[in-house]
């Protein structure tokens, strides 16, 4: 099935292609013929997860999207302190290729700006037999997970053309910023301005930014959060030049753009945007790079002010309900009919806050279950906060589902979706406790797959599965022993606290049980029907009813009281013997259920 991040995307890119502003940037002659409709987006999340559409495949070359890297590579070499005193994180409000240097000291604004950069540049020394550009190079192809290379061509072009570029490092080679000959840090500046990468690349680039410098596919530790500290910081305030405030307004992530045609946006601690468009505005930025993020940072709320809290799976379990079952006693064909399809229903459970993050991977998880899955139980008794973007997400993967024939579940005491499905054409069934959902679960598959086992609206005695291991003669017996009793609709059966009052046998209709909630609500915890059977547990409670349970529609029952129990106790030992062992299996089938159950929850 589609995810709808993926299906959003592709409505986006197919939209934002129509925009035909900008130019593509022609001052190096080698970048002048690049094919202006080129358009990729790509958004990687911080466990690794790529969504791309377009052109994110083509090569182009990196500008001044290298900046902040050889930046992080400058403070993790030398420290804070030590670079601070060559460059500092003041935005300058100027253009990317101003001169922007402090009177008298001759120190650039930022390491954004080109005379920043340079600077940033000649920071960077040869080690271990390692040349300066080398080292760079090796840096940016641990961020994106695979070897980088030069572009010789437009190195050659830079190397010809970058006459402003070099005026500045001599300028900052008069104040002593730049401490050698400047020559080699210009040629290795167009160098670095000159390595290949496409919009994939970029992506992963920004996500191992956004996972605190480890890259979330190769899981290398590539720079320490320090040095990532520092440079979204300044990415924040100064990556997009001239036009920062408008950007941080609008998109509020720390950001870099490039001549090139690219863009990068990082929202740390959950993903990575890159864009990739050729055509350029004043600034120097991508026209449809700046609009596809805002476009983002708006419909998926990735502004840092929404999305601030560190982002991280919302997924806390994910099982079928063959590994954890209702708990209601069935027949053994009804039983096994659940082994051999409870795989058809699985229940994903939620924590957490359901930002983008935590949205995207619920979304992942449910886009990507297998086909056979055809019931979906969504547990949010643990979900927190819910944005604006989950609501919508979660209703278009509920429109997937029912095109595809499946069936989305809620367990949603406190109704934290119930604004998703409005307008829906059908009710989401919806519940309060996860047995009560999975119940319901195990019922349409019995009345899917189990032609000769759909439920029964009417059993007899005889029928009951607790007294399945009796023989008919000693089920007769019981019988004769027990009292018809019948039931309206809402009529109360037991209530929490009474004492032990007998087995309850229902031959029709259906009961709940339910207990009070920590809230003062009352919360269902099961359904049960013809068959089924109630009020032996309270043998195992003190000889108390620990739920009270109540009649859904008219209920007829057979009721073996305890004044009945405890007379067959005295005038037929081995037939009381045989119903204690009978009601024992029943119990201990029941206890397996739940510890099955149990071991799922431990596991995961």
Same mark, same amino acid.
């Given at each position: ?132 550009? /080398? ?184 099982? $079928? ?25 699985? &229940? ?53 589902? &029912? ?15 119930? $604004? ?121 409670? $003190? ?6 349970? /109540? ?54």
């Amino acid at each position: 099935m589609e995810s709808p991040i993926e299906g959003y995307l592709a409505r986006i890119h197919r939209e934002i292609s129509e925009l035909k502003d900008g130019k593509p940037y022609s001052t190096i002659p080698a970048m002048a013929n690049v094919n202006p409709d080129n358009f990729g987006i790509c958004l990687t999340t911080v466990d690794g997860y790529v969504y791309e559409i377009g052109d994110t495949r083509e090569e182009f070359s990196i500008q001044s999207i290298s900046k902040p890297f050889t930046y992080g590579l400058a403070l993790a070499d030398l420290g804070l302190d030590k670079v601070d005193e060559k460059v500092d994180v003041e935005p300058s409000g100027d253009s990317f290729n101003e001169i922007s240097l402090a009177e008298g000291t001759g120190r650039p604004a930022n390491a954004m700006i080109n005379a920043g950069a340079l600077t940033a540049t000649s920071l960077i020394k040869a080690s271990g037999g390692i040349t300066r550009i /080398k080292r760079i190079v090796n840096t940016y192809s641990a961020f994106a997970g695979r070897e980088l290379s030069i572009d010789e061509e437009i190195f050659a072009s830079e190397l010809e053309h970058g006459h402003r570029n070099r005026a500045l490092a001599y300028l900052l080679r008069s104040f002593n910023i730049i401490e050698n000959d400047p020559v080699p840090v210009i040629e290795d500046y167009f160098r670095q301005c000159s390595v290949l990468v496409n919009c994939l690349d970029l992506s992963l680039m920004a996500a191992t930014l956004a996972n605190s410098g480890r890259n979330p596919m190769t899981g290398k530790q590539v720079m320490e959060i320090l040095p990532v500290e520092r440079v979204l910081s300044v990415m924040t305030t100064c990556g997009m030049y001239d036009d920062a405030g408008s950007w941080i307004s609008t998109v509020g992530m720390p950001a870099k753009s490039g001549v090139g045609g690219g863009t990068i946006s990082v929202l740390p601690g959950q993903v990575g945007l890159a864009v990739y468009s050729p055509p350029l505005d004043e600034h120097g930025s991508s026209v449809r790079g700046i609009a596809t993020s805002q476009r983002l940072s708006q419909d998926m709320e990735l502004h840092f002010v929404r999305a601030a809290r560190v982002g991280k799976s919302a997924i806390r379990s994910s099982y $079928d309900i063959s590994a954890a079952p209702s708990g209601i006693r069935r027949g053994d064909e009804a039983m096994d009919l659940l082994r051999d399809h409870g795989h058809r229903a699985r &229940v994903v459970e939620l924590n957490g806050d359901l930002l983008f993050a935590g949205t995207e991977s619920m979304v992942r998880e449910l886009s990507s279950l297998n086909d056979e899955v055809e019931l979906i139980i969504l547990d949010l008794r643990r979900v927190d906060e819910v944005a604006d973007v989950s609501m919508r997400l979660l209703a278009e993967v509920r429109e997937n589902l &029912v095109a595809d024939g499946r069936e989305l579940v809620l367990i949603d005491a406190e109704g934290t979706l119930a $604004d998703a499905f409005r307008d829906v054409d059908r009710d989401v069934p919806t519940f309060d406790t996860r047995t009560a959902a999975v119940e319901w679960c195990e019922n349409r598959l019995i009345e899917t797959y189990g032609t000769e086992l759909d439920l029964p609206s009417r059993v007899n005695i005889a029928q009951c599965p607790a007294l399945s291991p009796l023989s008919d003669e000693d089920i007769q017996k019981l019988a004769d022993r027990m009292e018809d009793r019948t039931y309206n609709d809402g009529d109360v059966i037991r209530r929490i606290g009474q004492s032990f009052g007998g087995v309850f046998f229902i031959l029709s209709g259906g009961v709940t049980t339910s207990v009070l909630g920590p809230t003062g609500h009352r919360v269902k915890l099961t359904t049960l029907s013809a068959g089924m059977t109630f009020g032996e547990l309270a043998l195992g409670s $003190d000889d108390r009813q620990e739920t009270t349970v /109540k009649a859904t529609g008219k209920v007829t029952i057979k009721l073996l009281t305890a004044d009945a129990i405890s007379r067959l106790e005295s005038e037929d030992e081995r037939l009381a013997l045989e119903l204690w062992k009978a009601l024992t299996r029943d119990a201990y089938t029941r206890v397996d259920l739940y510890l099955r159950e149990t071991a799922v929850r431990i596991r995961d």
